[in-house]
Structures are given as structure tokens and as C-alpha cells.
């Protein structure tokens, strides 16, 4: 959205020049704006999800040449219909009002605003049965890479 031109030409000609400050995305207008309603959320979608879906190909493609294990993060992995390009998915949850406060600590937001954005997602219950490993990340940081250290011994055995 800030380095491709192709992208932010898009951006501007669909949102309008407030949707940047210079070469600065401008957050707080696009959020809000995007997040009024689902056909703002599709028209973003169309335009970030397929030149990021070619880029992330492109990348991995590069890394699998030296490695063996390539991860993508994707917090839209269906939404964007992404997920049959990989050969396992994690999922890492948490409870719902703990997500809300890190995103609003992370991002500096209202509730409110978390739960809009939240509210065009589909909901971790139903990714669940969807996926390949499912990681709780209710705890501390410790917790969550104990969690992820077992998930790559396995996938680092079945890579072998």
C-alpha cells in the first residue's frame, strides 16, 4: 500500500486523496472508511490481496531454494481464498477481549474500531476445523514460542 505504485494509484482513485499524506498511508482515514461497510472492505481486498498474493509466491519461491520451511503470516489466509496455496496452516487465536486490547494497546484504537474491523473476518470457531494446527495464545510470549518450537519440530521431521 505505501511502496507500490500500482496499488496506491488504486487506493487513491477508489478512497480519494485523503487516503494518504504524502507517501504516508494515511491509517485513520482508510481504516475508518474501508471498515463503513463490506463494499469497501471488497474493493480494498481487490485491490491490496492480489498483487500481495503474487508478491508473497515470488518471495517464497526465492526462499524455498535455500530452505526447507517457508512461513507466511496471513491474518486473511480465506478471506483472500489463499489457503490452498499452502501445505499446512496454524492458527494462532486468542480469547476475543484479550485480542481487542493488544490490537487497541498495538494500534492505539478504540474498542469500537477493533471490533468493526473484527466484524469482517471470519471468526477463529469457524477457521478451526479448517486448519492444521491450532496454537492458544492466551499467555505470555514464553507460552506461545513453546507452542511454535513443537509446531516446527513437526513440520522440520515431515520437511525431511
Keep these: 500500500m505505501a511502496n507500490n505504485e500500482f496499488v496506491k494509484n488504486k487506493i487513491l482513485k477508489t478512497f480519494g486523496q485523503d487516503a494518504y499524506t504524502g507517501d504516508t498511508i494515511n491509517i485513520k482515514y482508510l481504516s475508518e472508511t474501508i471498515f463503513s461497510n463490506e463494499?469497501?472492505?471488497?474493493?480494498?481486498?481487490?485491490?491490496?490481496?492480489p498483487?500481495?498474493?503474487?508478491?508473497v509466491e515470488i518471495l517464497s519461491q526465492e526462499l524455498f531454494k535455500t530452505h526447507n520451511i517457508v512461513f507466511v503470516e496471513s491474518a486473511l489466509i480465506f478471506e483472500a481464498?489463499?489457503?490452498?496455496?499452502?501445505?499446512?496452516?496454524?492458527?494462532?487465536?486468542?480469547?476475543?477481549?484479550?485480542?481487542?486490547?493488544?490490537t487497541m494497546e498495538r494500534d492505539n484504537v478504540t474498542e469500537e474500531s477493533v471490533k468493526r474491523?473484527?466484524?469482517?473476518?471470519?471468526p477463529d470457531d469457524k477457521k478451526k476445523d479448517r486448519v492444521h494446527f491450532i496454537i492458544e495464545n492466551?499467555?505470555?510470549?514464553?507460552?506461545?514460542?513453546?507452542?511454535l518450537a513443537l509446531i516446527l519440530t513437526i513440520l522440520e521431521s515431515y520437511a525431511k
Design 81 to 102: 481464498k489463499i489457503h490452498k496455496a499452502f501445505d499446512f496452516i496454524i492458527l494462532v487465536c486468542s480469547d476475543e477481549q484479550l485480542r481487542i486490547n493488544r
Design 138 to 147: 492466551n499467555s505470555t510470549i514464553e507460552d506461545l514460542t513453546k507452542r
Design 51 to 55: 498483487p500481495t498474493t503474487k508478491k
Design 39 to 49: 463494499e469497501n472492505v471488497q474493493k480494498i481486498n481487490s485491490i491490496v490481496h
Design 117 to 122: 474491523k473484527m466484524s469482517f473476518q471470519i
